[in-house]
T-cell receptor, first 114, second 114 residues
Framework: AQSVAQPEDQVNVAEGNPLTVKCTYSVSGNPYLFWYVQYPNRGLQFLLKYITGDNLVKGSYGFEAEFNKSQTSFHLKKPSALVSDSALYFCAVRDRGGGFKTIFGAGTRLFVKA | KAGVTQTPRYLIKTRGQQVTLSCSPISGHRSVSWYQQTPGQGLQFLFEYFSETQRNKGNFPGRFSGRQFSNSRSEMNVSTLELGDSALYLC?????????????FGEGSRLTVL
């Protein structure tokens, strides 16, 4: 069965420091990988995706993610955190086999302190 | 271009009642998915519709049902409501077949069951 693990419920970082939000997955084959962000009382917004090619993908708002096939990880990173980055972040996977059923991790709450 | 629209945004029901939630996808999107978000369970996949056909289904009881109309608009229904059905219900749309990209989420319908 497909699963996504986000081992940290919460990540705290000071503004200006680099941030990492971790994600590992367990899926057969080569899934599509995504990161989404959710602000309070809102739906999810797409940040970035890995489909194929370069293991480092760049997305919105200065975020990037590194795909590591051997470790089945897809960690979200940003070189310099902003207070406005504080939100709930979800890692997600989708089978390439058809359909849009997407499995989400439990989410990691990011707090960026000024 | 209008985003995904969900109605109603908030609603309160009592146990045993039923509820219908509506979702209008982005124009041109043919796939609509539904997710239940709760603090304890995170984001759980309910079902996905494409061209009026249910293509994928999550592990929810038969009280949860949905449908998609010819204009791609979708509804989901929950019958015999239970307290545990209190959640944020999110709808997401995508272009459809062959599309490798992300889901586009609405802002959700927050259901409270008393």
């Amino acid at each position: 069965a497909q699963s996504v693990a986000q081992p940290e419920d919460q990540v705290n970082v000071a503004e200006g420091n680099p941030l990492t939000v971790k994600c590992t997955y367990s899926v057969s084959g080569n899934p599509y990988l995504f990161w989404y962000v959710q602000y309070p009382n809102r739906g999810l917004q797409f940040l970035l995706k890995y489909i194929t090619g370069d293991n480092l993908v760049k997305g919105s708002y200065g975020f990037e993610a590194e795909f590591n096939k051997s470790q089945t990880s897809f960690h979200l990173k940003k070189p310099s955190a902003l207070v406005s980055d504080s939100a709930l972040y979800f890692c997600a996977v989708r089978d390439r086999g058809g359909g849009f059923k997407t499995i989400f991790g439990a989410g990691t709450r990011l707090f960026v302190k000024a | 271009k209008a985003g995904v629209t969900q109605t109603p945004r908030y609603l309160i029901k009592t146990r045993g009642q039923q509820v219908t939630l509506s979702c209008s996808p982005i124009s041109g999107h043919r796939s609509v998915s539904w997710y239940q978000q709760t603090p304890g369970q995170g984001l759980q996949f309910l079902f996905e519709y494409f061209s009026e056909t249910q293509r994928n289904k999550g592990n929810f009881p038969g009280r949860f049902s949905g449908r998609q109309f010819s204009n791609s608009r979708s509804e989901m229904n929950v019958s015999t409501l239970e307290l545990g059905d209190s959640a944020l219900y999110l709808c997401a749309s995508s272009l459809g077949e062959g599309f490798t990209g992300e889901l586009f989420f609405g802002e959700g319908s927050r259901l409270t069951v008393l």
